[in-house]
């Protein structure tokens, strides 16, 4: 069985995939690594529900992300802060005498307790269609009133991986969405968040978080991208459907961050 125990970032949470169990780790993202500005904006970030009181819908805290523990590559540094992210040095603090030489302070202790409901993983959903495997997380985030009714919240997590040699462009998107409700939606569109990434050799992997809500506590999603040979040629990769499950004990959306 796979556990549903809260993970603070740098920590780990396993989850199935098909009958087998799969780690997953929550990592703040370093933004070194990121070589220019509009590459940043497109920076991974974890969304929540804004207050109740609030005009907004959703807020996020950028740099945080979801990685899978095959995709990790062991890392050592010596200093005291080996990566640039605005709550590295708030969550977490130096300690020689420790390996990792690195502790968690209370913020992060505080902040895990608080909102681990919404960072949780869900469950796992992979699949491969023609070499390019898609993986899909969703996570579920609350229900907010709108209207003297209830809209339900969900953040999903895609990762878009060429297994193969051969350069491929995703060029768009077709989302089937169904609500318990009854509802059937369907989304087409260019690319996604905006970009048509390019998988090659070099760069395989390409990942993104996007949102949905729904007026009834469940549904679920599928779908297809289309991608496209260097030939012009195409193929659609299939989207494993995957659940959208409201939890049964549910609980205001988390008030907001103070660090």
């Known amino acids: 069985m ?4 809260p993970d603070p970032p740098g920590a780990h949470g396993s989850k199935e995939v098909k009958g087998k169990t799969h780690t997953y780790y929550q990592v703040l993202i370093d933004t070194k690594g990121l070589p220019s500005i509009s590459q940043r904006s ?5 969304t929540f529900l804004a207050n109740h009181d609030d005009s907004r819908a959703l807020y996020a805290i950028p740099g945080l992300d979801y990685v899978s523990h095959e995709d990790i590559l062991p890392y050592n540094s010596t200093e005291q802060i080996p990566i640039q ?5 708030r969550f977490l603090m130096f300690n020689p005498a420790k390996a990792p030489p690195f502790t ?4 992060l202790k505080a902040w895990q307790e608080k909102n681990h409901p919404w960072l949780e993983l869900s469950d796992v959903h992979r699949e491969t269609t023609e070499n390019i495997r898609v993986t899909v997380i969703p996570f579920y985030m609350g229900m907010r009133e709108a209207q003297n009714s209830h809209v339900y919240w969900w953040r999903y997590c895609i990762r878009l991986e060429n297994m193969g040699a051969e350069v491929v462009q995703l060029r768009e998107r077709h989302w089937r969405i169904f609500s318990l409700s ?6 087409r569109g ?6 048509e990434p390019v998988l ?9 978080s996007s949102h949905v809500s729904l007026q009834a506590p469940s549904g679920h999603m599928w779908g297809t991208f289309r991608i496209e ?3 012009g040629s195409h193929f659609d990769v299939r989207i494993p459907p995957f659940s959208l499950e409201s939890n049964k004990d549910d609980k205001a959306p988390p008030a907001g961050y103070t660090f």
């Open 2 to 5: 796979s556990e549903n125990k």
């Open 42 to 46: 497109q920076t991974e970030a974890v």
């Open 85 to 89: 992210h605005e709550l590295f040095e």
């Open 104 to 107: 968690p302070r209370d913020t």
């Open 182 to 187: 009854g509802t059937l939606e369907t989304v």
């Open 190 to 195: 260019r690319g996604v968040v905006g970009r």
């Open 200 to 208: 090659s050799k070099e760069q395989p992997a390409f990942q993104y």
């Open 229 to 231: 040979r260097t030939d």
